[in-house]
């Protein structure tokens, strides 16, 4: 019944493997977020994806790919991770064009070693 | 694009009083200015917002305020309580644009 769910809660990875964090959204909505927050809190838009559009792609290191399968689905996948990685990345999801909040997963936290 | 600035960065007050943080904005094209909650270690929450055509809103404890010619609004919690401890965050937006841009957030302590 969960609106946003992201798995896996927890990722403790090496530095350079490949991950993949999986988003869906059951809302309805139309567009769907990736953030970071960083240990400060500070929370930082990655990527949005409307109908399977990238619009867009703030100043993050093409290691980062977001894959979106459907409107239902947001993905992302990390290549050859680093330690500044580490993080919790939070999916989120919206109506576009609309005065309406977004949202959120529950997060994943990832930690990189 | 959005420069959001909140203040403060930490507020601490006892139990029973309340609550006061300014979320200041630069695009003078925002029309719709929420708030978000984020307690420890769980996601963020949408609690309340407004739109730029309203001056104030009230959903039992908290309400919001703008100022529209100042570029800030404000979120007011009263008659704190230990559940109102959480980090809040602003993220003013020009309604039609894609992607929030968040303020640093405040924490906000509720001392017994």
């Known amino acids: 019944d969960t609106a946003v769910s992201q798995t896996p809660k927890y990722l403790v990875t090496q530095m350079g493997n490949d991950k993949s964090i999986k988003c869906e959204q059951n809302?309805?909505?139309?567009?769907m977020y990736w953030y970071k927050q960083d240990s400060k809190k500070f929370l930082k838009i990655m990527f949005s994806?409307?109908?399977?559009?990238?619009?867009i792609n703030e100043t993050v290191p093409n290691r980062f790919s977001p894959k979106s399968p459907d409107k239902a689905h947001l993905n992302l996948h990390i290549n050859s991770l680093e330690l500044g990685d580490s993080a919790v990345y939070f999916c989120?999801?919206?109506?576009?064009?609309?005065?309406?909040?977004?949202?959120f997963g529950s997060g994943t936290r990832l930690t990189v070693v | 694009g959005e420069n959001v600035e909140q203040h403060p960065s930490t507020l601490s007050v006892q139990e029973g009083d309340s609550a006061v943080i300014k979320c200041t904005y630069s695009?003078?094209?925002?029309?719709?200015f929420p708030w978000y909650k984020q307690e420890l270690g769980k996601r963020p929450q949408l609690i309340i917002d407004?739109?730029?055509?309203?001056g104030e809103k009230k959903d039992q404890r908290i309400a919001v305020t703008l100022n529209k010619t100042a570029k800030h609004f404000s979120l007011h919690i009263t008659e704190t309580q230990p559940e109102d401890s959480a980090v809040y965050f602003c993220?003013?937006?020009?309604?039609?644009?894609?992607?929030?841009?968040f303020g640093k957030g405040t924490h906000l302590i509720i001392q017994p």
């Open positions: 989120a999801s919206s109506m576009a064009g609309l005065y309406r909040g977004y949202t």
């Open positions: 809302l309805g909505h139309d567009t």
């Open positions: 994806y409307n109908n399977k559009e990238l619009i």
């Open positions: 695009d003078s094209a925002s029309n719709y």
């Open positions: 407004i739109r730029s055509n309203v």
């Open positions: 993220a003013p937006r020009e309604g039609g644009a894609d992607g929030l841009t």
